[in-house]
């Protein structure tokens, strides 16, 4: 019998806004279930009435032997649930210790049981030490792994996780998962997780692809990733050049860039397309995110066509020792770096990093506590009034107003910028908005509205671009058009560009980068000098594959500290992958099946991860 | 069966006692409150310009003047003789009272037969002008009872003897005798006890507005909802440690009613206490209920000051005994707990009397408060509407 059992259910919050469109869902017990899609999919409703927290219009819940909807009071002494956000259920004002002393006490555990918990899990995720700490001033990955922890004190036979590594950092992220995967063993626990994020997708034993309401697609990553094999191609590629020109639909069946690599999707034994036949294409393994792109109806998101317009020249920024203190807490410590024209400066980290701080100081919205910030040699704290005719910005909830249409948008902006009105109709024209001019700006669709955000921004000729987390809660096939269009333009205006982001796989749109965590700087340099700086201070990836998988990843993790599990892939890290793939072999001899191994690439999250470890290590 | 409600009482004290901003609003809000209306409302007429225009100019009228400048309810800044300019100096704002005594005052009191003072009062302050033509008509009849007095209570005044005859003139409106005559003549041994209970009413209500749609904006409600927590337990967890922290502000409120106010306090401060006490917790589940429903902080504000704090104002009595003769309004104020509760305090302050000459009163309160928490713990839905 399946642990979830949802039928039919449908829930819309307005006649227009539809949530649900008859979704059916099971949910096999011990097995950790993924709702995959993008923002505003459904994946959280569906939870919600789950979790008997939200009622469905139609439709049947059953948990275990439990209605749902008629005994939802009996479900919830059997269901953990983490709710969206960093910590959203955690009181601030609490310690550590004291909220989950609130939740002992809300779910009437006994001290016993409460005190035999709580020790291993706080060990696990590495907060015993915070205990006293309250909880407002933990960073999102603790207050995550804290929320995980007050989620199953009660010993639930379902634990419903919402978006839990959303914005968080990696390590912490990483941790998580490790803890859910034991919590799932050790206790024979139904996990449902809702997620945005496609690698992580690879990490559930089944999933469901949600778009618009419903349910797209069903079955585990292999089986998924299987429909599309002998599909997918990949090249490398510098991320210095534009994409060519190839019409999906028409030649492949998708096109795009995933990191330094592009990626193609054609028919079985059709032929490449002519503008790109030349290259040295290489059949690669379906992803997550192949199956995702391939089921979800593309944003209609044309890139841009190229164009050599008049170049202005962008503005050389230096930012040196800038920190900024709120009271006590150091929300940026210490940071310098050099933004060169023409190129894009990418700003990675977690939510909390203090990446929107340190952009606010650069910007002259905050006074830094300490450093200075140069344009073009000139103090800009000093000189704010001509900064901010350089400056073109775009926040992160970007101001746009959702009740104007695009052209009354551009026309606000233009008169607050005092901007060339010719300019302004040149843009729209570029961004392909042009369209849209009557559109009201909340019923543009996805990407859409970063354009227009982008437009604004760009009205009063800038020579400084900055771009405040652009592509968050939007679908990766719009993120990813988004980006080029970002890198577009600051090449054709030979811009400077400086942009912030939480998912570490946009990392290689970038030129630069620049690495934040918990208010620090913990590395620079290109994309490839990032990964190159960790495979040098920690070695590469040795990918272990085996047929049976639980028990090889039980064995291995027992040898292998540095061991971490995605989907059902072992990737071990080493500095000697000959040697190391040795010892696998030896390790999981007279295990029935074959085993694999091979050297892989440090994935850049990875290499996020050994920049966390190798800075904590110098403090 | 406790242990929950425990839970949330604990973890609530928590939260505010490290709160600054919630110490601050329970604390400084009402004591704020209190002292602010206590002075605003303050109804009490001093050193009132006023203008004399004595056509008279004899022994009595000069006579009447000086009670007038002896007292300090009035400052006479001059003594002209045309009435045209006084209602000059009344347009211009140069007084807002004259005093206009006809040229025939003295001969007719002094034959005793009725005298008659017309008074102008600029009646933009409706109330102020009210009572300054109290005050004059008052100070005119002391006049008046001195002189009868003086001829051994004897003359020709018969029934209509001390009687004035005060008449508003243009900038007076709807002149009535209606001063209050308190023992000290002083509005504050009235306003400062009903303040005292729309002051309870407000800041408990307001507090507890936010206690659970602040949890609701941040996201933590889910804790009670996806538990198996009963709504009575988070109600009533709530309501517990705010009401405590709300009970012993009253003990500053009324330091200041009786330590700056210095208003005449007859009862018991124990029995004051008391009532107050459950009083709060009435009041703080009034806030609930809104909190309850409502979806922003901002929205469960808006409302406890429409739905709490204007009727209490408006249908208390605070300000004069609410309309009889209007059933509606009347009707509403039975429905009003400040109704109930600002009759108890002023009952105890002013009258030192004890709760039993209030039973009708502490009964309608005690069964309003079982209604709010019941329709409070009621509409307490385990169900999100998104």
């Not at chain 2, 002189?147 to 020709?156: H, L, M, Q, T, V």
């Not at chain 2, 009670?224 to 003990?251: D, M, N, R």
């Amino acid at each position: 019998m399946p642990a979830i059992n949802a039928q039919n259910v449908s829930k819309s919050y307005t006649d227009e806004e539809i949530a649900l469109d008859r979704v059916s869902l099971t949910a096999e017990s011990n097995r950790i279930t993924g709702l995959v899609g993008p923002d505003g999919a459904g994946k959280t409703t569906l939870m919600k009435i789950i979790a008997g927290v939200l009622w469905p219009d139609e439709g049947d819940v059953q948990v275990g032997d439990i209605d749902v909807l008629q005994q939802p009071e009996e479900l919830k002494a059997n269901i953990g649930f983490m709710p969206q956000g960093l910590g959203a259920a955690l009181y601030d004002r609490l310690s550590i210790r004291e909220n989950m002393e609130f939740v002992r006490d809300l779910r009437g555990l006994d001290e016993a049981s409460y005190q035999e918990q709580i020790r291993p899990l706080l060990k696990l995720t590495r907060l015993e030490k915070f205990i006293e700490r309250r909880a407002g001033q933990l960073s999102g990955g603790m207050r995550q792994k804290l929320a995980l922890i007050l989620s199953v004190l009660h010993y639930p036979d379902v634990l419903l996780l919402d978006e839990p590594t959303t914005g968080i950092d990696p390590l912490s992220r990483q941790e998580f998962w490790t803890l859910i995967a034991r919590l799932r063993e050790e206790r024979d626990l139904t996990v449902l997780v809702c997620t945005a994020n496609l690698e992580e997708a690879e990490r559930c034993s089944n999933v469901f692809l949600f778009h618009e309401g419903q349910i797209q697609q069903r079955g585990s990553p292999e089986q998924l990733k299987l429909e599309l094999a002998g599909q997918v191609y990949r090249l490398e590629y510098s991320t210095n050049k534009s994409l060519p020109a190839v019409k999906v639909g028409e030649e492949a069946l998708d096109f795009y860039r995933d990191g330094h690599y592009l990626r193609l999707r054609k028919k079985e034994n059709s032929k490449f397309p002519d503008s790109i036949s030349d290259y040295d294409w290489q059949a690669a393994e379906a992803t997550v995110e192949d199956v995702m792109r391939s089921v979800v109806p593309r944003t209609e998101l044309p890139p841009l066509p190229a164009v050599n317009g008049d170049k202005s020249t962008g503005a050389k920024i230096n930012f040196e020792g800038l920190t900024k203190q709120f009271g006590s807490f150091t929300a940026v410590n210490e940071v310098s770096g050099r933004l060169k024209p023409g190129e894009v400066y990418g700003l990675l980290g977690p939510n909390g990093a203090g990446k929107t701080t340190l952009i606010k100081m650069i910007c002259c919205l905050l006074e830094p506590t300490a450093g200075q910030v140069f344009a073009d040699d000139r103090n800009v704290w000093e000189e704010r009034e001509w900064f901010k005719r350089q400056l073109g910005y775009m926040s992160q909830q970007f101001s746009l107003y959702r009740d104007l249409t695009v052209r009354e948008n551009v026309e606000l902006y233009s008169g607050l910028y005092d901007a060339d009105r010719d300019f302004s109709k040149a843009l729209l024209e570029r961004f392909d908005l042009i369209n849209y001019e009557g559109t009201l700006t909340a019923d543009l669709p996805g990407g859409m509205r970063q354009r227009l955000a982008l437009t604004t921004a760009l009205q009063h000729q800038p020579r400084f671009l900055v771009l405040d987390e652009p592509t968050s809660g939007v679908d990766p096939a719009a993120r990813e058009v988004f980006w080029e269009t970002i890198r577009q333009t600051a090449q054709e205006r030979d811009l400077t560009v400086l942009v912030t982001t939480h998912y570490l796989s946009e990392a290689e749109y970038c030129d630069q980068l620049g690495l934040m965590n918990e208010g620090d700087w913990i590395g620079s340099g290109s994309p490839a000098d990032i990964r190159e700086q960790a495979y040098r201070r920690g070695g590469g990836v040795l990918l272990v594959r085996a047929e049976q998988f639980r028990e090889a990843s039980r064995r291995l993790r027992r040898e292998f500290s540095d061991l971490t599990v995605i989907g059902r892939d072992i990737r071990i890290r080493t500095r000697q992958p000959e040697e190391t793939a040795k010892e696998v072999k030896a390790k999981l001899s007279g295990l029935a099946g074959t085993v694999h191994t091979e050297p892989a690439e440090l994935l850049m999250e990875e290499a996020f991860i050994d920049h966390i470890r190798a800075h904590e290590a110098n403090n | 069966m406790f242990k929950r409600l425990w839970a949330v009482i604990l973890k609530e004290t928590r939260e505010f006692v490290r709160d600054p901003l919630y110490v601050s609003l329970v604390v400084i809000g009402p004591i704020l409150m209190l002292v602010m209306f206590g002075y605003g409302m303050d109804m009490d007429v001093e050193e009132l310009h006023m203008v004399a225009v004595d056509h008279d100019n004899s022994e009595y009228s000069r006579e009447l003047l000086e009670k007038f400048q002896h007292d300090n309810t009035f400052l006479l800044q001059e003594t002209i003789y045309s009435t045209a300019q006084a209602e000059e100096m009344l347009k211009a704002a140069e007084a807002r009272f004259a005093l206009v005594i006809p040229p025939d005052f003295g001969s007719k009191i002094s034959r005793g037969e009725q005298a008659e003072l017309e008074a102008l009062a600029e009646a933009t302050y409706t109330t102020q002008a009210q009572t300054a033509l109290g005050y004059a008509e008052a100070i005119a009849q002391q006049y008046l009872d001195q002189i009868w007095r003086r001829r051994g209570g004897e003359g020709s005044g018969g029934e209509s003897s001390g009687e004035s005859w005060l008449r508003g003139l243009p900038f007076s409106i709807g002149l009535q005798h209606n001063v209050w005559f308190n023992p000290d003549l002083e509005s504050k041994n009235y306003l400062i006890p009903g303040l005292y209970a729309i002051v309870l009413t407000y800041f408990p209500a307001v507090i507890a507005s936010f206690m659970f749609v602040r949890e609701r904006e941040t996201g933590t409600d889910l804790n009670y909802l996806a538990s198996t927590a009963q709504p009575w337990e988070i109600v009533f967890g709530k309501a517990i440690p705010y009401g405590l922290v709300v009970s012993l502000v009253q003990f500053v409120l009324a330091a200041i009613a009786l330590g700056i106010f210095q208003v005449r306090f007859q009862g018991s401060l124990l029995l004051l206490f008391l009532a107050g006490t459950f009083y709060i917790f009435c009041t703080i589940g009034l806030g609930l209920f809104i909190s309850v429903l409502c979806r922003t902080q901002i929205s469960a504000l808006i409302i406890t000051v429409v739905a709490v704090l204007l009727p209490s104002f408006m249908y208390s009595g605070l300000y004069g005994p609410v309309a009889p003769d209007e059933p509606l309004a009347l009707a509403i104020s039975h429905l009003v707990p400040a109704y109930y509760f600002v009759t108890i305090c002023r009952g105890i302050f002013l009258k030192g009397l004890g709760l039993t000459y209030y039973a009708f009163e502490v009964a309608a309160l005690f069964v309003l408060t079982l209604f709010i928490y019941g329709v409070a713990i009621s509409a307490f839905s385990k169900r999100r509407k998104k």
